[in-house]
């Protein structure tokens, strides 16, 4: 009887260490795996924080413009800006956000977008720009990776997910367990492991709550993830209110086709038809009538307009400030210059809300300089913690070896890791296929092939 109670701590204390040097090799292997997409998230999320900062800065000189009497009207301005790109077509015009602002118009030519940028008050071009060439644009696209393809796009959402990963298995390595130091402390110099070890702990331990926002609200832009979020959401009337759409004729175009910035939630929202039977007794109303209409419905300065296309097309003025309670799209009828459909942010459902909340505050907008600086000081501590994460392993690893935290002595302790695999799976499918696929490497091929067993011990 006594053997059988001695041996229970025991075995307790086996698989408290199992477990501990499961997650603590998962954590690794992860770590090492995503390290150079979650640096090129933090570098260029820092800087896409401050867009306006550098745009006003570095590209003062198209942006701003000393404030006249009285601006032109729209269609001036549109004419000037496609005298500008010979055999161009207009497709979008951007009102002036405030009264020192320039004017964008969007035109297009051989399928490719340029940006016109215009003084308003005297219809003078400050620049052009190519609508992928624009700084903020590119920084963005490598961001996401969708620079350079689709595929490299579902790597970051792999990122993002094995972010989430490192958050909460960092957290458990961290967890105080009868120590002092490496909690709230770091202790040692920097010629010390124990020093880059306690200061990767506790910087991911104190941070690991936003870094893990981050990954959660950057999920909405991914590939795989987003898109079918998005469309289960708006097939069940749960992203954008479909009903507004019940009584106006629909086009195959979505919201995304034809506006330069849509917010996430209204993207794949469908696009009204003009009344096309009053084209044949009724002319455009023109870019100036619908402008004056945005206006007039009390939409917020400095957005944007859509011009039809075709002659079922609509005027679309649309706006997404920083501030999501002033996120609005108007569709007008180009003969009558009704408004056709109108939603604002506060008709959205729970879900859109929620979304577009957390989209706002990720990109540090919600809430003015707090949020940008709060969201900075996460970006550099993702930074911090991938260099201290580097220097640690390096310090630590064995000579010729990868120098990969040893296997759990009880691997039965699996089992429960793999459990939660495949419910990470079903959430997010991409990250949970990379997670099992991981594992399935690290029991079947190292854990049985002598080489990389000795490589990666």
């Given at each position: 009887?006594?053997?059988?109670?001695?041996?229970?701590?025991?075995?307790?204390?086996?698989?408290?260490?199992?477990?501990?040097?499961?997650?603590?090799?998962?954590?690794?292997?992860?770590?090492?795996?995503?390290?150079?997409?979650?640096?090129?998230?933090?570098?260029?999320?820092?800087?896409?924080?401050?867009?306006?900062?550098?745009?006003?800065?570095?590209?003062?000189?198209?942006?701003?413009?000393?404030?006249?009497?009285?601006?032109?009207?729209?269609?001036?301005?549109?004419?000037?800006?496609?005298?500008?790109?010979?055999?161009?077509?207009?497709?979008?015009?951007?009102?002036?956000?405030?009264?020192?602002?320039?004017?964008?118009?969007?035109?297009?030519?051989?399928?490719?977008?340029?940006?016109?940028?215009?003084?308003?008050?005297?219809?003078?071009?400050?620049?052009?720009?190519?609508?992928?060439?624009?700084?903020?644009?590119?920084?963005?696209?490598?961001?996401?990776?969708?620079?350079?393809?689709?595929?490299?796009?579902?790597?970051?959402?792999?990122?993002?997910?094995?972010?989430?990963?490192?958050?909460?298995?960092?957290?458990?390595?961290?967890?105080?367990?009868?120590?002092?130091?490496?909690?709230?402390?770091?202790?040692?110099?920097?010629?010390?492991?124990?020093?880059?070890?306690?200061?990767?702990?506790?910087?991911?331990?104190?941070?690991?709550?936003?870094?893990?926002?981050?990954?959660?609200?950057?999920?909405?832009?991914?590939?795989?993830?987003?898109?079918?979020?998005?469309?289960?959401?708006?097939?069940?009337?749960?992203?954008?209110?479909?009903?507004?759409?019940?009584?106006?004729?629909?086009?195959?175009?979505?919201?995304s086709d034809i506006l330069p910035k849509v917010g996430w939630t209204v993207e794949k929202a469908p696009v009204?038809?003009?009344?096309?039977?009053?084209?044949?007794?009724?002319?455009?109303?023109?870019?100036?009538?619908?402008?004056?209409?945005?206006?007039?419905?009390?939409?917020?300065?400095?957005?944007?307009?859509?011009?039809?296309?075709?002659?079922?097309?609509?005027?679309?003025?649309?706006?997404?400030?920083?501030?999501?309670?002033?996120?609005?799209?108007?569709?007008?009828?180009?003969?009558?210059?009704?408004?056709?459909?109108?939603?604002?942010?506060?008709?959205?459902?729970?879900?859109?809300?929620?979304?577009?909340?957390?989209?706002?505050?990720?990109?540090?907008?919600?809430?003015?300089?707090?949020?940008?600086?709060?969201?900075?000081?996460?970006?550099?501590?993702?930074?911090?913690?991938?260099?201290?994460?580097?220097?640690?392993?390096?310090?630590?690893?064995?000579?010729?070896?990868?120098?990969?935290?040893?296997?759990?002595?009880?691997?039965?302790?699996?089992?429960?890791?793999?459990?939660?695999?495949?419910?990470?799976?079903?959430?997010?499918?991409?990250?949970?296929?990379?997670?099992?696929?991981?594992?399935?490497?690290?029991?079947?091929?190292?854990?049985?092939?002598?080489?990389?067993?000795?490589?990666?011990?």
């Amino acid at each position: 009887m006594s053997s059988i109670t001695s041996a229970q701590p025991a075995d307790a204390a086996a698989t408290g260490v199992s477990l501990y040097r499961a997650i603590w090799r998962w954590h690794f292997f992860a770590g090492l795996l995503v390290i150079p997409f979650m640096v090129n998230l933090a570098v260029t999320g820092s800087l896409y924080l401050f867009k306006d900062e550098i745009n006003n800065t570095f590209f003062g000189y198209r942006y701003i413009v000393q404030q006249g009497a009285q601006p032109l009207d729209p269609e001036t301005l549109v004419n000037a800006a496609v005298a500008a790109v010979p055999g161009s077509t207009a497709t979008s015009y951007k009102d002036q956000a405030s009264p020192d602002r320039s004017v964008i118009v969007t035109v297009s030519r051989d399928k490719t977008s340029t940006l016109v940028f215009l003084n308003p008050y005297d219809g003078k071009v400050l620049d052009t720009v190519g609508a992928e060439q624009e700084f903020n644009y590119v920084v963005k696209r490598i961001h996401s990776l969708a620079w350079f393809g689709d595929f490299t796009n579902k790597l970051i959402e792999i990122t993002a997910g094995f972010a989430m990963v490192l958050v909460a298995t960092g957290i458990f390595l961290w967890w105080p367990r009868r120590q002092t130091g490496g909690v709230v402390t770091v202790r040692g110099t920097p010629s010390r492991r124990i020093f880059w070890r306690d200061l990767h702990a506790v910087t991911g331990a104190f941070a690991g709550i936003l870094i893990f926002f981050l990954a959660l609200t950057g999920m909405p832009w991914s590939g795989y993830w987003g898109a079918n979020v998005n469309s289960w959401l708006g097939s069940h009337g749960l992203g954008y209110p479909t009903q507004l759409w019940d009584n106006v004729p629909k086009s195959q175009k979505v919201s995304s086709d034809i506006l330069p910035k849509v917010g996430w939630t209204v993207e794949k929202a469908p696009v009204p038809l003009s009344d096309i039977a009053a084209a044949q007794s009724k002319k455009p109303v023109g870019l100036d009538v619908a402008v004056d209409t945005a206006k007039a419905s009390g939409i917020r300065p400095g957005f944007d307009v859509a011009l039809p296309s075709d002659a079922s097309g609509v005027y679309s003025a649309a706006i997404y400030p920083d501030d999501v309670a002033g996120q609005r799209m108007i569709h007008i009828d180009q003969y009558s210059g009704k408004p056709l459909v109108d939603l604002s942010y506060s008709q959205y459902p729970i879900f859109g809300k929620t979304i577009e909340w957390g989209i706002s505050v990720h990109q540090g907008q919600q809430y003015g300089r707090i949020n940008q600086f709060l969201m900075l000081a996460t970006c550099l501590t993702i930074i911090l913690s991938c260099v201290t994460g580097l220097v640690m392993w390096w310090k630590r690893r064995p000579a010729g070896r990868v120098g990969v935290p040893p296997m759990p002595p009880k691997p039965s302790v699996y089992i429960g890791l793999w459990i939660i695999a495949v419910i990470f799976a079903l959430a997010f499918p991409l990250t949970g296929l990379a997670i099992l696929a991981m594992v399935l490497v690290d029991q079947l091929v190292i854990r049985f092939v002598p080489p990389l067993k000795r490589a990666f011990a």
